[in-house]
Nanobody, 124 residues
Framework: QVQLVESGGASVQVGGSLTLSCAAS??????MGWFRQAPGKEREGVAS????????AYSGDVRGRFTISRDNGKKMVYLQMNNLKPEDTATYYC???????????????????WGQGTQVTVSS
């Protein structure tokens, strides 16, 4: 079972930047993704990346502002977030699928391993 640990969450002002990190207990030849959940809302997909890191996908809300990347040698996945908005406030989760195909499908139910989450708060 893969264990995922997120870090990097913080409180920032509108327009600021943050980089979230996700450390995996072992290398996974699988799709990795970032999700977020705001209070009272359903968990939603933010970004995903293929095993080799050559294919990425983003939700419409973050495309152009967020960048997902991975370093397989370090067993790390990152989410660079720029131009943050109040609506980006949420708990952010790192997740892994069991396969490396169809990584663009940002559906939580397709991801089987989850971290505990890290809080991002954007204030004006």
């Amino acid at each position: 079972q893969v264990q995922l640990v997120e870090s990097g969450g913080a409180s920032v002002q509108v327009g600021g930047s943050l980089t979230l990190s996700c450390a995996a207990s072992e290398y996974t030849d699988a799709c990795m993704g970032w999700f977020r959940q705001a209070p009272g809302k359903e968990r939603e997909g933010v970004a995903s990346i293929s095993p080799a890191g050559d294919v990425t996908a983003y939700s419409g809300d973050v495309r152009g502002r967020f960048t997902i990347s991975r370093d397989n040698g370090k067993k790390m996945v990152y989410l660079q977030m720029n131009n943050l908005k109040p609506e980006d406030t949420a708990t952010y989760y790192c997740a892994s699928r069991s396969t490396g195909s169809q990584c663009a499908a940002l559906f939580p139910q397709r991801f089987i391993y989850w971290g505990q989450g890290t809080q991002v708060t954007v204030s004006s």
